[in-house]
């Protein structure tokens, strides 16, 4: 294959990364939680054979996937009036139990399950202090303190119920999604200087559809540039076969 062919499958294949990433944003706009991505690239230089009017090896630069960045930055805090929704404001991440182990979320959507355990919307069990937080219909209001500190009143007395266990990562980006606005890492997962909580409410997605949707022109751009490119550097090598099949031998 022609080189100038090799790098532009290399061009189109980064765009296709990258519609991939900016449609995996638009579709979490909603999501409570959710951080926007953005698709990454490297120039890979290689050395390749030099064609017949060219003389020793032709540098060659492709696209390279490098993966994607994440950016961290807080999302818009949004009061729901939910008694179990909770919104972390900085830093720090809810920490819930699953079966594959532990994982960290910013999505405070929580309900309370069958059993009356804190729980996420899969299902999995918010993790306090103590374990486990375990809530039951004889505990009356609950009142969730910016710290974490779970609290209920019953006939005017206080209860102390557990208290959330929110921690931080030195590093956020760097830790690895799992589905279901879930993350996980093997960093060593610390206290934050300061915790803020907000009860009934939720921290929405950090997602900005209009800008998402211009750079999704600017990849469709650039790959409509890209395929023309391919096919005119197609249509000249027809156009040479078809010449060459032409010249009386």
Do not use: W
Request: avoid cysteine; proline fraction near 4%; aromatic fraction near 6%.
């Amino acid at each position: 294959m022609d080189n100038s062919l090799l790098v532009s499958l290399s061009q189109q294949l980064a765009a296709y990364r990258a519609m991939d990433v900016i449609a995996n944003n638009l579709a979490n706009v909603s999501t409570p939680g959710f951080k926007r991505e953005s698709a990454k690239f490297e120039e890979y230089v290689t050395q390749m054979r030099p064609s017949e009017t060219q003389k020793g090896p032709q540098s060659i630069s492709f696209v390279k996937d490098a993966g994607v960045m994440r950016d961290t930055g807080q999302g818009e805090i949004t009061q729901t009036g939910a008694t179990y929704d909770l919104a972390i404001a900085g830093q720090g991440f809810f920490q819930v139990q699953t079966p594959q182990g532990m994982r960290y979320t910013r999505d405070g959507h929580f309900s309370l399950d069958a059993n009356g355990n804190l729980a996420t919307s899969q299902g999995y069990q918010v993790q306090g202090d103590g374990g486990t937080i375990t809530i039951t219909p004889n505990d009356g209001d609950i009142d969730i303190a910016r710290d974490g500190s779970i609290s209920s009143v019953v006939n005017g007395i206080g209860n102390q119920l557990g208290k959330l266990k929110v921690v931080a990562f030195d590093d956020p980006a760097a830790m690895t999604k799992e589905g279901a606005n879930l993350y996980s890492t093997t960093q060593t997962p610390n206290t934050p200087a300061t915790v803020a909580v907000t009860q009934r409410a939720l921290e929405g997605s950090n997602v900005q559809p209009v800008v998402e949707i211009s750079h999704m022109i600017e990849v469709m751009r650039a790959y409509e540039a890209t395929s023309n490119l391919s096919q005119s550097q197609e249509t000249m090598m027809r156009q040479a076969i078809d010449k060459l099949g032409s010249t009386p031998s």
